[in-house]
């Protein structure tokens, strides 16, 4: 194995945990029309082929910028900020500067504290914040975590609620320094995030506020001892979602059915499949599937539907259809052979009438002589 490969395992470990925690977030903030911004940060020691220090920040699931201290510059996908006299490129490298250093001397700190004198050490930090669909501020969460292992710290912050969690590498907070903290939080970092994130949403709200509508589809796939019955949307952006399968119009129980997780397709839209397992008993029973979906850039529900035994019955009717071709073909030839013997038929009076004629003509002729 190559160096790189293994750093990259070696750091993609690291790295899970944290993606997970990232996940985890951006699922319970899917849906109404809140927003949130996240900033993820990640520092490493030790011989990569990566940059020692990365940042990139999310609004929703779309990354709006990356920041990495090789290149020391703010890389937004917004054009009109991508100017570097522009004050949020300005404010942006600052800010990720600092970060960049305090994260630095917690790496030292840490590896001296741990006796760590070699190999790849990572440190992440991901904060962030959430705002209500009416742009009312909601949360702001801090978590850092070093190697993904020590859970560094914790704090989080929704209004109501004020959390903080030293991990196992600080010492706790006693009450004063915890009260200077939510004075801190509510009044600076909150309304501070929640400004940036509305300056982020104005400049891309064509992507992160776009509806794209799913498309939708019924597919049925045999497997053994029957038929995989499966509803498929994909296409759609926001990833919010209502799929549901009906059995003659009633919702199919979620634990008869198998999938239902959201997955990104890769081109910044999402698909959902829902499977259902039919017996091949069941098959020859008529019943109607359906699959339906609501999203918000539908106004009315998304449909199609498939009947089940109805192979059944297209089978009889095409073997009715073909006695029936047969009787066709088999009275065709009947009429055509009965048309034959009626030609013979009167094809031999015809002679006989000659015949009757010609010798009533003789006959005539001869009186006529
Ligand atoms: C670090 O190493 C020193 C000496 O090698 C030892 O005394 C100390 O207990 C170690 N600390 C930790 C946290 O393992
Ligand atoms: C804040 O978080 C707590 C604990 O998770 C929850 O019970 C409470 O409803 C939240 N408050 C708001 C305003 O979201
Ligand atoms: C199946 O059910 C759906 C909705 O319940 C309905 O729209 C559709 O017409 C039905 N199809 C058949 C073939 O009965
Ligand atoms: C999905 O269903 C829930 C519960 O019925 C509803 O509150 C939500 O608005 C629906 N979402 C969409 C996108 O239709």
Redesign the pocket.
Known sequence: MSNTSCYTIKIMDKLSVFLFVLSFYTIVNAGSGSHSLWVLATYITGETPFPEFTVVVMLDDVQVAYYDSNNKQTVYRGQHINNKEDEEAKDGAYVFGTMYHHMKERSLHLKHHLNLTEGVQVQQRMSGCEMLDNGEPALIMQKANFNGIFADFAIYYNITHFTYDAGKLLIGWDGMMQAYKITVYENVYLPMCIRTLKTFLKIDKNVVMRKVPPRLRLIKKEVSGGLQVSCLAFGFYPR???LTMLRDGQPVAEQELTGGEVLPSGDGTYQLRKSLEVSTEELKKRHNYTCTA???SLDNKLDVSWESGAERVHLSTLSALLVMVLIVILLGIFICIKRRWRCIASQSKLANFDANVSEEMNLSSDSEN
Do not use: E, F, T, Y
Request: aromatic share 0%; glycine share 0%; proline share 0%.
């Open positions: 919010h979602i209502n609501s999203h918000l």
